[in-house]
T-cell receptor, first 112, second 114 residues
């Protein structure tokens, strides 16, 4: 079946540090991949997406590249800010299926 | 502004009572979803609906019921049969025509049952 595995959190960083949150997936076919972000007390917001191999999604300084050979979609940011503190979810959507499959989420804490 | 409205933000109920969570969207989206979020478990799909008057069970539908009488509305009832109802509930919607269209989420309802 389809599944997503994310690194356990929390990830604790100082402001301006480099961020990587690992995400690997298992899926048949050619899924689309997503990163969602959840700020405290809110719902999820789409951060970025990639729909085919080697695509790079980017938004607000965050990037992730769809790597089919390693079945990965790691989230990166060159310089994090305190305002980036949130929970980040990796998700996949397989063609023809209506359900998104989410990872368990990774909490990021950025201190000044 | 278009979006998804969930109400109320916080809900408290006594054990044994049914409770209905509201979800309304004005995005003209065909598909709507209910997820449950528990600490350390990510999001789990309860029910989803692709079209008015039709809905399907998700991965954890037991103890829940839904209706889809209008395109804009997808209320979720947590029944007394749900063994662990205390959780954060998220409603989402999306425009169906493309398989990879993103989900839009409401801000959630935190339900506490004592």
């Amino acid at each position: 079946g389809n599944s997503v595995t994310q690194m356990e959190g929390p990830v604790t960083l100082s402001e301006e540090a480099f961020l990587t949150i690992n995400c690997t997936y298992t899926a048949t076919g050619y899924p689309s991949l997503f990163w969602y972000v959840q700020y405290p007390g809110e719902g999820l917001q789409l951060l970025l997406k990639a729909t085919k191999a080697d695509d790079k999604g980017s938004n607000k300084g965050f990037e992730a590249t769809y790597r089919k050979e390693t079945t990965s979609f790691h989230l990166e940011k060159g310089s994090v800010q305190v305002s980036d503190s949130a929970v980040y979810f990796c998700a996949l959507q397989n063609t023809g299926f209506q359900k998104l499959v989410f990872g368990t989420g990774t909490r990021l804490l950025v201190s000044p | 502004d278009g979006g998804i409205t969930q109400s109320p933000k916080y809900l408290f109920r006594k054990e044994g009572q049914n409770v209905t969570l509201s979800c309304e969207q004005n995005l003209n989206h065909d598909a709507m979803y209910w997820y449950r979020q528990d600490p350390g478990q990510g999001l789990r799909l309860i029910y989803y609906s692709q079209i008015v008057n039709d809905f399907q069970k998700g991965d954890i539908a037991e103890g829940y019921s839904v209706s889809r009488e209008k395109k804009e509305s997808f209320p979720l009832t947590v029944t007394s049969a749900q063994k662990n109802p205390t959780a954060f509930y998220l409603c989402a919607s999306r425009w169906i025509p493309t398989d990879n269209s993103p989900l839009h989420f409401g801000n959630g309802t935190r339900l506490t049952v004592t």
